[in-house]
């Protein structure tokens, strides 16, 4: 039997050399400390309002990871300042990135994307935007508005792309392909934006093996920073129910067994590429599964003292 995997304490002198993680990543590109602060600024999504589908992508919930200030009624600058007051107890000198987070953030015609935008940057400590949206709702006259404003401020389009598998995007009613997505990532990076990507590892469908040679593919494509999360099962989504009906068709990795997958994955990306996230946390009350019961930070811990045990890190297989 392998032996069970313990929290290593956290050895600061190998925080870079493992992987390329969020932090490094923002000492890049600014000389304080910076936070994200999530917004939802009243999108809706083309899964929901009927123009691709309606309900949504079958595995989701949006209160699953909104914050508690995130409520659309409120203006963006509310928002942003509850939020703030959360940090600046602890961090008086931080300054802050408006995450567009809820929903899909480019999608509503171009003068109210720049209007919710500008309000944000127009709040005393935002530093930038990070914008959360689907590939299939970058028109080129809204890319070619965020490549003026990038020019202005820290500005990056974080995309969802869940899966490169077609199959698998068409199960879960996600609405477009893989093809489509590669496509918004090529036309962002043409135009000089930094580009984030997203994606779910156990998806109906997809095998580790699959998703290890997923990697490959994600290898070659322009993303500035990579955020994954494990197939969570969530109260009152289509998921859950098609879950009671067929659960052979799904399979909810051991902490174990998706450890192994990113050591495995992450091995093969490139080394410039940031790993932002490798988890997602759900709140309690709407998770069903797997629930691990572990915070971020032990799962990170969990990962380093893995990959040191193999003597592995991001891009050792590159090439």
Request: net charge neutral.
């Amino acid at each position: 039997m392998k032996e069970p995997l313990s929290v290593a304490t956290y050895d600061t002198t190998h925080a870079h050399t493992l992987y390329k993680d969020f932090a490094a990543f923002l000492q890049e590109h600014f000389d304080t400390k910076v936070q994200k602060i999530s917004i939802n600024a009243g999108f809706t999504c083309p899964n929901r309002d009927g123009r691709v589908l309606r309900g949504g992508c079958t595995y989701c919930n949006n209160a699953s990871f909104n914050p508690d200030y995130c409520k659309p009624e409120k203006s963006i600058a509310t928002q942003l300042r509850e939020g703030m007051d959360f940090f600046a107890r602890k961090y008086p000198q931080m300054k802050y990135l408006a995450y567009f987070q809820a929903y899909t953030n480019t999608y509503a015609p171009l003068e109210q994307i720049r209007r919710l935008y500008e309000e944000a940057l127009s709040v005393d400590g935002v530093v930038g935007l990070v914008i959360g949206t689907r590939p299939d709702c970058v028109p080129n006259e809204v890319l070619d508005y965020l490549s003026t404003l990038s020019q202005q401020t820290f500005l990056m389009v974080e995309y969802g792309l869940e899966s490169m598998n077609n199959d698998v995007l068409a199960h879960i009613r996600r609405g477009h392909t893989v093809e489509c997505s590669i496509d918004a990532l090529w036309r962002t990076k043409e135009r000089g934006i930094l580009t984030g990507a997203h994606l779910i590892l156990g998806l109906p469908g997809e095998t580790k093996e699959a998703l290890v040679a997923q990697a490959k593919q994600v290898a070659q494509l322009p993303i500035d920073t990579l955020k994954f999360h494990q197939l969570q099962l969530i109260k009152g989504t289509e998921m859950a129910h098609d879950y009671r009906r067929h659960p052979d068709k799904y399979h909810f990795f051991t902490i174990e067994e998706y450890i192994d997958l990113i050591c495995r994955y992450i091995e093969q990306l490139p080394p410039e590429m940031t790993l932002e996230r490798f988890t997602s946390s759900s709140p309690v009350h709407l998770q069903v599964l797997p629930g691990w019961g572990l915070k971020n930070y032990q799962f990170v811990e969990l990962l380093k003292s893995e990959l040191r045990k193999r003597q592995t890190y991001q891009g050792r297989l590159q090439g």
